[in-house]
């Protein structure tokens, strides 16, 4: 008698028992996953702090980025990215050396602009100077 | 069975739930902050995070007003439209990085200098008047109007945060120094235990909390390597570089660079960018790291050598020769192999 309730109740919660594990294991592998993924490089542009442009690193491309006191104009070419052309006062935006690895930025003041890569190679750095 | 299967649930649900909220409680958050004419960027992990950069971004925004020459509201505006003699109310901010950059003038015999806003603006190095294309150099007549206008002796600090000057046309700017400032201010009053990471304020690095942090010096000129050299330090460290390749143009193919000379020129002395590293930054603050390697590209080597080590500083000091030297750092790892050691 005591078996047979045992049984009768249980059955239903290894069921349940089973989907519960399943998914807190399913959550776990996927978050190992998108933690270690290896990601080519991207290139993100903010304007005022927000972000505006994401594109990959890896295909080539210029676009034209437009805020309130004008516009930059950014090229992503074999693996790296730069500034073109600008019409802001000081244009060393336009000066500054194409960038590829990830932290490096490049700074337009006047426009509030900045070009940062993300997750590409070599990211061994927490901050430059 | 029945109580060991729900064990295992609770232990599982719990497992989830606690790497959930630590993930949450561990996230990095980051904001870039436009302020003296540069871009900080916060990045904070720990205890209430959020709220600290918040903090740091409104911090820097109020200070920036302060400080901002060409703001008309800032203190600085108001000294350097003064007439003679006349007395300036100040915030006791501005008051406490004039205190700190009057004895940097007086300890480096005028080297270090924030009176040189006229002439940095008159070669076109201040935020509303620089360009990376400049076709020619002002004319020296007007240079040497300018440099006898740059007296720091002129302004004097009196009590309860005012400030007079005898020279109408003393100008001074903040930009050698208010980024250290700042950082020092938001690691004071911001930044809580347990917090880390790292304040990039506009070059001037401050590290916060327990860890081990890679710093890039950057290459000061266009080569194949991703930065000049590495430095790996414990939190609660400084470091801050002046070179001759942030704000700069070419005319004649002579390179003009920011920091102005006692004579009233860029300086022009073989150095191309100078590091300076605080292992304490309560000991040798922020500020004072923007103060020193300012004063040693403007001092030059042997002179700028002997005034960081009064302080205690550690130095990497980059020359045009191609050649760099290091004195009191440990930890550097030089990446740029196309420097040698001098």
């Known amino acids: 008698m005591k078996k047979m309730r045992d049984f009768k109740t249980e059955k239903p919660f290894y069921v349940r028992d089973f989907i519960a594990v399943a998914a807190v294991l399913a959550v776990l592998i996927a978050s190992i996953v998108m933690l270690t993924q290896k990601k080519g490089g991207t290139v993100e542009v903010y304007v005022d702090g927000k972000p505006a442009y994401s594109y990959s690193l890896e295909e080539n491309r210029t676009f034209t980025v437009s805020c309130d006191d004008g516009v930059n104009v950014i090229e992503i070419k074999d693996g790296k990215v730069r500034v073109i052309d600008a019409d802001c006062n000081n244009r060393a935006c336009v000066k500054s050396k194409a960038i590829s690895k990830k932290g490096e930025q490049i700074v337009c003041l006047p426009h509030k602009l900045i070009v940062v890569v993300h997750d590409g190679s070599e990211g061994e750095l927490d901050a430059r100077t | 069975m029945k109580k060991s299967r729900k064990v295992l649930i609770l232990a599982l649900t719990a497992t989830f739930i606690l790497s959930f909220v630590l993930s949450g409680c561990n996230a990095k958050v980051t904001e870039d902050v436009f302020a003296f004419g540069t871009v900080s960027s916060i990045s904070l992990k720990g205890k209430k995070a959020k709220n600290t950069v918040k903090e740091i971004d409104s911090l820097f925004t109020s200070l920036d007003v302060a400080f901002d020459a060409e703001n008309t509201k800032s ?238 500083a550690g130095l990497v000091i980059i020359y045009t020769d191609g050649t760099y030297e290091t004195f009191d750092v440990e930890n550097f790892e030089l990446k740029d192999v196309s420097y040698r050691k001098r």
Do not use: M
């Open chain 2, 75 to 312: 203190d600085v505006y108001r000294i350097n439209i003064a007439k003679e003699n006349e007395i300036v109310q100040v915030s006791a901010e501005t008051y406490e990085l004039l205190s700190i950059a009057k004895i940097a003038y007086d300890e480096t015999d005028g080297a270090f200098n924030i009176a040189t806003y006229s002439l940095s603006k008159l070669w076109r190095f201040t935020s509303d008047t620089f360009s990376s294309f400049v076709s020619e150099i002002p004319e020296k007549s007007k240079i040497d109007e300018e440099l006898s206008h740059v007296d720091l002796g002129a302004l004097t600090l009196l009590s309860d945060n005012r400030v007079t000057k005898t020279d109408a046309r003393l100008k001074i700017g903040f930009g050698a120094i208010a980024k250290g400032y700042a950082g020092d201010k938001a690691l004071e009053r911001t930044v809580k235990d347990g917090q880390s990471g790292i304040l990039n304020v506009g070059g001037t690095i401050f590290t916060v909390g327990k860890g081990e942090y890679k710093i890039g010096i950057s290459s000061p000129r266009d080569t194949d390597a991703d930065y000049f050299g590495k430095l790996t330090l414990p939190g609660n460290s400084v470091v801050c570089t002046s070179g001759d390749y942030e704000r700069y143009y070419i005319v004649d193919g002579k390179r003009y660079c920011h920091i102005i000379g006692k004579d009233g020129y860029p300086v022009d002395n073989g150095i191309v960018s100078v590091t300076v590293i605080s292992s304490d930054a309560k000991a040798l603050s922020g500020a004072f790291c923007d103060v020193l390697s300012t004063a040693v590209f403007a001092l030059g080597r042997d002179k700028g050598v002997d005034y960081a080590k009064r302080y205690g």
